[in-house]
Every structure is written in structure tokens, then in C-alpha cells.
């Protein structure tokens, strides 16, 4: 054995640091001599990087989702306010129209 070579199990430990690319040059290429001779692995890598990007989408769902929600929040509070408000302007209308008129 290569003292560059590594396991089966240690490739797969480093899989997902490859991935993220957080492997120094010389363990990467220890892992990628790997996979090239390791169909195994390879494909565990390649499930490893569909399984991220799967997850990268549904995070940005998610926030889609929430982002929708918030502003849909906001509308209600808008709608609110309003709906609040003109009673009140109303009422200040009404009391001072009363002021005036006992003046
Ligand atoms: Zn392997």
C-alpha cells in the first residue's frame, strides 16, 4: 500500500470535507486518487453532493416560504393600522367639530 493511500472508510470520512472543499491539497488528492480507482466511493461522493444541493434548495425554500409569510404579516398589519385608525380619526374629527361647536 501507497503511504498516499487511504482507506475506504477514511475516504468516506473526508467526503464531506471534500465536498466543502475544506481538505488541504495533499489529503485532496489523496482522496480524488481514491475515487478514481473506487467506484464505491465515488458514488458514495456523488450522493454526498446531490444530497447538498438537495438541501441547499430546500433551505431557500424555506426562507422563500418564511420571506412570503413575513410579508404577508405585514399586509395584515397594514390592513390594521388602517382599520384602526380611521375610527379613530373619526372620533377626533367628531370631538373636535363638538369643541368647536360649544365655542
Ligand atoms: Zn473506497
Redesign the pocket.
Known sequence: MDKNEI??GI??DLCPSYRDGLLSDDVRESVER??LN?E??KA?LDELKIRSSQTDSDDREKENTFIKKAKTANYYMIGFFIGALIPIGLLAALVIYAIIISL
Do not use: E, G, N
Request: contains cysteine; charged residues 10%.
Open positions: 482507506t475506504c475516504c468516506r481514491h475515487i473506487c464505491a466511493c458514495y
